[in-house]
């Protein structure tokens, strides 16, 4: 049974940092493509950044410059380093994973982070 079990989420001020966790199980972690997106109130779910099993990453926009995606593969984890957060970054954040050319796309059950102060 595949799972993925995020964390690290939470409230924090705006320009403050969070570092969210992914860790997954049930699967062949290294070989999937790991991303994080997030879903604000109102809003469709977006991608935030993915770190693809051979290494290429990506960022939307929004976030370049300022969040980091790495991954351990020999942990099984999935990380977002969030530095100089807005108040736009709140969301519910949503691990994914997603085996290149397949079917096979997996969920976590999503960390709420809010930025306020």
């Known amino acids: 049974q595949v799972q993925l079990v995020e964390s690290g989420g939470g409230l924090v001020q705006p320009g403050g940092s969070l570092r969210l966790s992914c860790t997954g199980s049930g699967y062949i972690f290294a070989i999937y493509d790991m991303g994080w997106y997030r879903q604000a109130p109102g809003n469709q779910r977006e991608l935030v950044a993915v770190k693809r099993s051979g290494g290429i990453t990506d960022y939307a926009g929004p976030v370049k410059g300022r969040f980091t995606i790495s991954r351990d593969n020999a942990k099984n984890t999935l990380y977002l380093q969030m530095n100089s957060l807005k108040p736009e970054d709140t969301a519910v954040y949503y691990c994914?994973?997603?085996?290149?050319?397949?079917?096979?796309?997996?969920w976590g059950q999503g960390t709420p982070v809010t930025v306020s102060s």
């Open positions: 994914n994973a997603e085996y290149s050319g397949t079917n096979r796309k997996y």
